[in-house]
T-cell receptor
Framework: GEDVEQSLFLSVREGDSSVINCTYT??????LYWYKQEPGAGLQLLTY?????DMKQDQRLTVLLNKKDKHLSLRIADTQTGDSAIYFC?????????FGAGTQVVVTP | ETGVTQTPRHLVMGMTNKKSLKCEQH?????MYWYKQSAKKPLELMFV???????ENNSVPSRFSPECPNSSHLFLHLHTLQPEDSALYLC?????????????FGSGTRLTVV
């Protein structure tokens, strides 16, 4: 299987919360990241979490890390149409970022 | 110019052509990367340059040839490509050891091989 796995698609209503999930395989990962890619653009860093943390909150974004299950999630509160994008999970392993395939989030009115 | 700039934004080339992709970073970083992005697949790391030395080549076909003349510039030279090489090619940069900042990406070059 892949080193970092994500579901490919998520549909959410405007104003609801979105939760994007990610699993990774290597417990040696030290930092984990969430990136956002809008159409025609590169990847933009949204947030990161260090592996000794369980949770990190940054305005509408909440990152949860379960090291035991190697599971990472990104919660977006009060999802807006501008949040429609592809979201990539990545882990830092041996100095290199490994990315998942991305989750396409579509926000409907 | 700020950030990471990639040119051209779009490129259509025949299988017998030779072309080059260019990446420039204005962030003072000392590591640069080429990634290939194909739909519904994980980003594929192609090449890593750290302190201007190539430190990784993930079994990329020889029809892709990188060049890093200095810490601010990175090229990807292309020749005799195949249709399956059509993808978005992303350049990124980082500061070695700057883990909290992750990588900074350019907007990519959309390559179509015909």
């Amino acid at each position: 299987g892949e080193d970092v796995e994500q579901s490919l698609f998520l549909s959410v209503r405007e104003g609801d919360s979105s939760v994007i999930n990610c699993t990774y395989t290597d417990s040696s990962s030290t930092y984990l990241y969430w990136y956002k890619q809008e159409p025609g653009a590169g990847l933009q860093l949204l947030t990161y979490i260090f592996s000794n943390m369980d949770m990190k909150q940054d305005q509408r974004l909440t990152v949860l890390l379960n090291k035991k299950d190697k599971h990472l999630s990104l919660r977006i509160a009060d999802t807006q149409t501008g949040d429609s994008a592809i979201y990539f999970c990545a882990d830092l392993l041996w100095g290199k970022l490994q990315f998942g395939a991305g989750t396409q989030v579509v926000v409907t009115p | 110019e700020t950030g990471v700039t990639q040119t051209p934004r779009h490129l259509v080339m025949g299988m017998t052509n030779k072309k080059s992709l260019k990446c420039e970073q204005h962030l003072g970083h000392n590591a640069m990367y080429w990634y290939k992005q194909s739909a519904k697949k994980p980003l594929e790391l192609m090449f890593v340059y750290s302190l201007e030395e190539r430190v990784e080549n993930n079994s990329v076909p020889s029809r892709f040839s990188p060049e890093c003349p200095n810490s601010s510039h990175l090229f990807l030279h292309l020749h005799t490509l195949q249709p399956e090489d059509s993808a978005l090619y992303l350049c990124a940069s980082s500061q070695v050891g700057g883990f909290r900042d992750g990588y900074t990406f350019g907007s990519g070059t959309r390559l179509t091989v015909v």
